[in-house]
């Protein structure tokens, strides 16, 4: 069970992890997917917190009409080269292919105005 991001606003409080936890109990390979919280190692759980904020500023600051496209990254990542968004189609949402670990790569997505708030 992957919780969404509108459940993931319970972590404001104190009970986030009452209302969260039992829910989402990781299997051996996917132990970072919850951490750092009850003994889990990782950090997963402050990467969906981070996105629900981005998910807040967007709304709160009406970019979905500003921008056509978007680029999300980690803030610990640094990226040198520079993105043509011309050279990728608009239609898809486009992510990394490597670093994926049984999944989608996290670390980078590039997408459409439509697409934002679901990636």
Known sequence: LIPSLSSATNATTTSWRTSIL???RPAEEWSSFMGPIDGIGGSGVI???ARY???QLILEQALLSKYDR???TRSDHYYQCRHDLGLLDNR????P???DYKGIC???VVCNSSMVMNV
């Open 22 to 24: 039992p829910h989402v």
């Open 47 to 49: 990467h969906f917190m």
């Open 53 to 55: 904020y981005v998910q």
């Open 70 to 72: 978007f680029v999300i």
């Open 92 to 95: 898809f949402v486009w992510v």
């Open 97 to 99: 292919t490597e670093e």
């Open 106 to 108: 996290d670390r980078h």
